[in-house]
């Protein structure tokens, strides 16, 4: 994820025969690079200032990009943000991933919040 992407992940990145990232992005990819955020933070790779960050730069590429009916198409650019032709939205598999992605990153923040909250109080109460 980087800002040539807008904060989105590209779909992989192939090294043979010549290194190359595949700036094309899925809401199910989107999805679970969220999750991969989180677990970053978890697992103390990334700082909470970080994880905010990264969320929110995702998430304010994601409420900007072009829909069908509400709906993201399966894959866009994620450099210019335009949806990939054929223009597709089939609801079921990438809303799926995208909303279950979304589930688990709120539970997960929340989770994060609290434990900060606890943390916080401990500290004043220690003082």
């Given at each position: 994820m980087t800002t040539v992407d807008h904060g989105l992940p590209p779909d992989n990145f192939q090294e043979l025969p010549d290194p190359v990232v595949a700036h094309r992005t899925s809401p199910t990819n989107i999805g679970m690079s969220?999750?991969?955020?989180?677990?970053?933070?978890?697992?103390?790779?990334?700082?909470?200032?970080?994880?905010?960050?990264?969320?929110?730069?995702?998430?304010?590429?994601?409420?900007?990009?072009?829909?069908?009916?509400?709906?993201?198409?399966?894959?866009?650019?994620?450099?210019?943000?335009?949806?990939?032709?054929?223009?597709l939205c089939l609801v079921g598999g990438q809303s799926g991933n995208l909303a279950a992605g979304m589930l688990a990153l709120a539970a997960g923040l929340r989770e994060t919040a609290a434990t900060a909250a606890t943390r916080s109080r401990a500290r004043v109460g220690s003082r």
């Open positions: 969220l999750l991969a955020v989180l677990a970053a933070h978890d697992l103390r790779f990334i700082e909470t200032g970080e994880l905010v960050e990264r969320v929110e730069s995702s998430l304010t590429t994601l409420e900007g990009m072009e829909r069908f009916e509400g709906h993201l198409f399966n894959w866009y650019d994620s450099q210019t943000l335009t949806p990939l032709a054929p223009r």
